[in-house]
Every structure is written in structure tokens, then in C-alpha cells.
């Protein structure tokens, strides 16, 4: 069954539009940022690739700051960043199997 109409959301680090599925959400709620793999948690989101580059890009450009309207503060960010981390690793452990 394939979906036609893709959502299509933009990445803050490297603000090209991707499907939603190839992204990874960020909510931003009541103060606190956390990472949103589900897509479904409370809160302003935004999105970002699965790639540590983009978060980097949009970290370095104030992108969570000016898409949020408030400054998450870089702990919270690098925390964030983590978490990506972690879960694009488990990731790449499940398959995909191409390294050289
Ligand atoms: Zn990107």
C-alpha cells in the first residue's frame, strides 16, 4: 500500500523538504526539548534528518531557537543530540549493513 500524498516536512539543519518519515521530530514542550522518534509527544515540533550533520548545521545556525521562538539552551540541544545519536546507531545495528 503506498501513500501518494507524502506530508512533507522541512529539516532546520539543512531546510530541504523531505517526507515526514524520513525525519526525525523534536518536540519542544513546556520548557523541556526532547527527542519525538514516535512523532506523537506534546508540544511545537520541529524536524530534522536522521543525520547527525543536519543537527550539528541547525545547532551552529540557531535554527531550534528561531523555528521554536524560545532558545532551548545548548544543554538540552546536546542532550538531544545524544539521544539522536543513540537512536541512529540502534538503526544502522538493525540493518543496512554497507559498510565498506
Ligand atoms: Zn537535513
Redesign the pocket.
Known amino acids: 500500500m503506498k501513500n501518494k500524498k507524502q506530508p512533507m516536512r522541512r529539516?532546520i539543519?539543512?531546510m530541504?523538504s523531505k517526507p515526514k518519515e524520513q525525519l526525525i521530530r523534536i518536540a519542544w514542550f513546556e520548557g523541556k526539548l526532547s527527542l519525538d522518534p514516535t512523532g506523537k509527544a506534546k508540544g511545537r515540533g520541529v524536524y530534522?534528518?536522521r543525520?547527525q550533520a543536519?543537527l550539528e548545521k541547525a545547532t551552529k545556525r540557531g535554527a531550534f531557537a528561531r523555528s521554536l521562538h524560545e532558545d532551548p539552551g545548548r544543554p538540552q540541544i546536546e542532550r538531544v543530540a545524544e539521544e539522536l545519536a543513540a537512536e541512529l546507531g540502534r538503526q544502522t545495528a538493525e540493518g543496512d549493513d554497507h559498510a565498506e
Do not use: A
Request: charged share 10%; aromatic share 0%; hydrophobic share 10%.
Open positions: 529539516c539543519g539543512c530541504q530534522i534528518c543525520d543536519c
